[in-house]
């Protein structure tokens, strides 16, 4: 456990001083991760987490009117976010300070309401859920946005989501390093995965291309819309960054998502919840990007999470790199 907190001060100090922007932003979710699978469970630290949670959950209510009032910003969050975020955690946190209804919450996202891991993921799920939607309206009617990318945003992006990951599958506290690589669903590929792989990629990269392009004849406004934003890469050259981008999400996001969470919360629910914070593309883009993120959670089902890295990255590259319709 001081391994993790140890590690955890280390994001935030990187973050705060080292410029390595997005290292502090799942250190409270990690802590909180690490916290529950030191301690265990049992009736005392059941009492002293709901007493925690309500006094948590009662101060996000003056957090937010002050945030509102002022217009407090938090990093790159807009005050708008920041109230949405404060009171999706103060109510996630009340419903799941009531046992029945915590219970039924959790047994519907197919989680054990005895577990307490089971439940910071629940309230992860539904505050990255909520932010989303919010995130989503606020972006509605933006122009035009260049998204600076930086050499270090993909270690940044491996490294928080890895270490969430590990955290999640108890990596150091309940697993060894072999238990959780296991558990996350890492193995050597084959030659007939890495064949199959980037097949899957390449027919995922033909229905979505198929899909974009009737969205444009049929609907060009909403598709101006989403191509809104971009990369603008900073001392990289515009294929390096794609290429780097793609890797970077293909190991970080699959051993998050399709490694640690999809075990639990199933493949459509992981997918939902993989795609949520893509709020730059519009409804039916969503949709499209949902139905990636099930082909994705068929193919852990069927292999590994390494093989899905393998066709996530191969298709983010095809998708940087290859010319649009």
Aim: net charge neutral.
């Amino acid at each position: 456990m001081l391994l993790w907190v140890a590690a955890c001060a280390a994001f935030a100090v990187l973050d705060v001083f080292g410029g390595l922007d997005g290292l502090l932003v799942p250190v409270p979710l990690i802590l909180a991760l690490v916290f529950v699978r030191a301690v265990g469970s049992g009736e005392r630290l059941a009492y002293a987490s709901r007493l925690v949670a309500a006094v948590v959950a009662a101060a996000c209510l003056p957090a937010a009117s002050f945030a509102w009032r002022f217009g407090v910003g938090l990093g790159s969050m807009s005050p708008t976010l920041v109230v949405t975020g404060l009171l999706a955690f103060a109510a996630t946190l009340a419903v799941l300070l009531v046992p029945p209804a915590g219970d039924r919450f959790l047994r519907a996202f197919g989680l054990d309401p005895a577990s307490p891991v089971h439940r910071v993921v629940a309230l992860a799920f539904v505050l990255t859920v909520f932010d989303a939607v919010a995130l989503f309206f606020e972006l509605r009617e933006s122009g035009p946005v260049e998204i600076p990318f930086y050499p270090s945003d993909p270690l940044v992006s491996v490294t928080t989501d890895v270490a969430l990951a590990l955290a999640g599958a108890g990596f150091g506290l309940t697993r060894g390093l072999r238990e959780s690589v296991a558990r996350l669903g890492l193995q050597p590929l084959t030659r007939r995965q890495i064949v199959a792989a980037v097949l899957v990629a390449a027919l995922f990269q033909l229905v979505v291309g198929g899909l974009e392009y009737l969205e444009s004849v049929l609907l060009p406004s909403v598709h101006a819309l989403e191509d809104r934003f971009g990369y603008q890469f900073v001392g990289l050259p515009p294929w390096v960054g794609g290429l780097l981008t793609s890797l970077s999400a293909g190991v970080g996001e699959e051993i998050l998502f399709r490694g640690a969470l999809q075990p639990r919360l199933g493949v459509v629910l992981t997918a939902v919840l993989s795609r949520a914070l893509q709020v730059q593309y519009q409804v039916p883009g969503m949709i499209v990007i949902v139905m990636v993120g099930v082909g994705l959670g068929i193919v852990r089902e069927r292999t590994s999470t390494s093989c899905c890295i393998l066709v996530h990255a191969l298709y983010d590259a095809a998708a940087f790199l290859l010319p649009d319709f």
